[in-house]
């Protein structure tokens, strides 16, 4: 019995050796493969005029400029968004003549440099002043958040008060939303995920991935070809995952009541028909069990009390409007011309 055992674990023990050996060589072929397949990306970019790369310090940022409007509106991305130079495109569409959209992508998003830097919001913050002022855009700015942004924009505009002359809060992350566990399964949990995403990014593992899996959207239509570059060469930092919580207290503490003109759009869905909308956007048909399902959660009472503290929250910055848009999480994607009346109302207030 125990020479068998013995034997059992001598082939688990060849087995093991032979998957190490296999990861190890294909960590160095990956490693090799990344710039490649990365660059092979960014040529697709640059032919359809994707490509603004300026230097933000220690990397380049990839700064996209559509229009040249006196307003200037400058959008931040939602956690991991490769795609956001072109949602903003097709935003730009909408807007008037003397309104212009900035895209900025943050470390690794879509063909934007990577950094070695902790990724914090003062970081996250001067990288994109510095990376502005290299392409050539001046302030004012009307800074537009989506989601995993809104710390990031709230300290921006509380810090440089005079650089900003509008805020748009997209669905955005405020002090409403918890912070991550600090402690037990959960934290362990984020953490070995930070561990294994950095490493698959800084060992061309994720970019493998994403050439090879990546897919194409139909939603994007002419620039399908272009989202599908982006999301391949995209290898997003995973700092901002661990810094999540010192990120969010650092904004909300920068907090200090102004005059600046802001508005803040949610999307709740306000009856069952909205819900089916919006599975009908993103899906082509209508499930209506979870129509219902989604329709109620945003009716209840835990979603009327997080919606209680994002009014507090726009209540401590000061002049800040509440809007909603039943819709998906990105507003400005299902509704654009709902989304761009509510730029015009601010840049109205502005004026």
Known sequence: MKKVIKKVFKVIGRMFLVLLTLFVILTIIFAFMKKSLRQ????????????????AG????????????????????????ATLPIEMKKLSGY???????????????????????????????????TALKNAGVEAPYILMAHSMSGPYV??????????????????????????????????????????????????????????LFAEEYDEYGEYSKDALAFEKAS????????????NMRTAWDSIKENDIPKVYITNDYETLEDAREYLMFLYGEVDEELAQELFE?????????????????????GNCEEVNIPASHDISDQKPEEFVKEIEKLIDRIK
């Open 297 to 317: 959660e945003s009716q209840s009472e835990e979603h009327k009390e997080h919606r209680k503290k994002i009014s507090e929250y726009c209540k401590s910055l």
């Open 235 to 246: 290898v997003p930092n995973y700092g901002e995952v661990r810094n999540y919580n010192v």
């Open 58 to 81: 220690d990397f380049d940022m990839n700064v996209n400029i559509f229009g040249d409007g006196k307003y200037k509106i400058i959008s931040m991305p939602g956690s991991w968004d």
């Open 95 to 129: 807007l008037d003549d003397d309104i212009s959209i900035v895209a900025v992508t943050r470390p690794g998003y879509g063909v934007s440099g990577e950094t070695k830097k902790d990724v914090t919001t003062e970081y996250i913050v001067e990288s994109t002043r």
């Open 154 to 211: 709230t300290y921006w505009e509380n810090k440089y008060p005079e650089e900003v002359s509008g805020v748009i809060f997209n669905n955005s992350i405020s002090s409403a939303n918890e912070e991550m566990p600090e402690e037990g399964l959960p934290k362990f949990m984020r953490d070995a995920a930070v561990t294994i995403g950095t490493f698959a990014n800084n060992t061309g593992w994720t970019t493998v991935k994403n050439a």
């Open 40 to 55: 092979k990306n960014m040529d697709i970019l640059k032919a359809d005029g994707f490509v603004n790369l300026v230097s």
